[in-house]
């Protein structure tokens, strides 16, 4: 079991945690987006 720590393993993780959380909020503003009838950015870009 202390194998499983390895200093390239916690980096990985740490890299997929921030993706994880960043990818969970772009889509939250996504659905929030389509429910109140906007775009992603802000405005009407067409």
Do not use: E, Q
């Amino acid at each position: 079991m202390s194998n499983f720590f390895t200093p390239k393993r916690m980096i990985l993780l740490a890299v997929m945690i921030l993706a994880g959380i960043i990818l969970g909020r772009l889509a939250v503003r996504a659905v929030l987006n389509l429910m109140l009838g906007g775009t992603l950015f802000g405005g009407n870009f067409l």
